[in-house]
């Protein structure tokens, strides 16, 4: 494997990345509460959602966590 450098502003966005939540989403296609486990993002208004997929129909699950 070859090294990767890497500065600290990458780092510092890396760990942001790497927090995940575990909970309810609404899927809107199940029309059903759903326990799944995703990746916190932040939009650019600053607030934090966390973004999964769905277990059963596989669609897309967002829910909003708040302003970081």
Do not use: H, Q
């Not at 575990?22 to 296609?29: A, D, H, I, L, T």
């Not at 939009?43 to 829910?63: E, F, Q, S, Y």
């Amino acid at each position: 494997m070859f090294p990767v450098a890497t500065t600290e502003e990458n780092i510092g966005k890396e760990a942001v990345m790497a927090e995940t939540w575990s909970g309810e989403f609404y899927c809107v296609k199940c029309k059903e509460k759903r326990e799944a486990e995703g990746e916190v993002k932040v939009n650019d208004k600053g607030t934090r959602m966390a973004k999964a997929v769905c277990p059963v129909c596989g669609t897309n699950l967002n829910r909003i966590l708040g302003k970081a």
